[in-house]
């Protein structure tokens, strides 16, 4: 039995001892027979109202359930006509490259949404597009703690993916979202490269450190991720061979073992001190 189900049988029962009650009552108050069949086909009319609402509601869902896209707006409805169309339109020539791409990355967002849909971890292959979407969404006063592994000054100046994630970080810390950021270092001439990117970072509001590799020595970790606690979601880079694609988790004890971890870098990492 269904809950809509128990709700109409409670309310209908309800319903019939009350519109019952009402002759009873009356003869205790001494009413007219015209005020109790009043009262009795008010308390009638209000349940089998209350009973059409319960019931349109349960056929809503159930319509739903059928169509969920009917939850959707109208124009989020023909964007997912029109992917439809489009997709079916690939698949009668499957055997061109350039389709065979396109529906492999598709199929592959397919198996993200029913992993996250299930509460397991998904992979992304763009992690910058990952992090971009988390850190757009919180809120002030929340925290990221963030272990970059991306040295390379031109791609925090002019990559395509990093341009906008540099943005959403800055705009995000003046609206007070606590970012910490530890890049980790090779060496001193790497220091030296990404001396301007820190200085621009720490400009903008983000609390930038630096920690050379050698000083993590004994220390086994992700080398690259992100941490946001208040949302119970890390994006991580299991191997420093493919450091762009990730994993997205709400694996608890994965949040617990990335977070002692960065305590334990920032523990050996040096505050970089933005020049005045």
């Not at 001494?30 to 089998?48: F, S």
């Not at 939850?71 to 409805?77: A, G, H």
Request: negative net charge.
């Amino acid at each position: 039995m269904t809950n809509s189900q128990i709700a109409q049988v409670v309310v209908g029962f309800t319903g019939f001892v009350l519109s019952v009650s009402a002759f009873w009552l009356g003869e205790y108050f001494d009413w007219d027979l015209t005020t109790e069949i009043y009262i009795a086909l008010c308390v009638a009319i209000a349940t089998i109202l209350i009973e059409l609402v319960i019931s349109f509601r349960a056929l809503k869902e159930s319509i739903t359930k059928l169509y969920p896209s009917l939850d959707f707006s109208v124009n989020e409805q023909k964007a997912i006509y029109s992917l439809i169309s489009e997709i079916i339109e690939l698949r009668t020539n499957k055997s061109d490259p350039f389709n065979a791409v396109a529906l492999n990355s598709f199929e592959k967002g397919q198996e993200a949404v029913r992993c996250a849909a299930a509460k397991n971890d998904f992979e992304i292959e763009n992690m910058f597009e990952a992090n971009l979407v988390a850190f757009s969404l919180l809120k002030p006063g929340d925290e990221c703690l963030v272990l970059s592994s991306v040295i390379n000054p031109d791609w925090w100046h002019y990559d395509q993916h990093l341009i906008p994630y540099k943005k959403v970080n800055y705009d995000q810390a003046r609206r007070g979202v606590k970012i910490r950021r530890v890049f980790m270092l090779d060496d001193e001439a790497e220091f030296t490269n990404m001396k301007p990117i820190m200085q621009e970072q720490s400009e903008n509001g983000v609390e930038v450190s630096w920690v050379m590799k050698d000083d993590l020595r004994g220390l086994s970790f992700f080398p690259d991720f992100t941490l946001i606690p208040q949302h119970r979601l890390a994006i991580y880079t299991p191997s420093i061979d493919k450091l762009m694609s990730c994993v997205v988790t709400q694996n608890r004890s994965i949040l617990s073992q990335i977070r002692s971890d960065f305590d334990k870098i920032c523990a050996r990492a040096k505050r970089f001190e933005a020049a005045v």
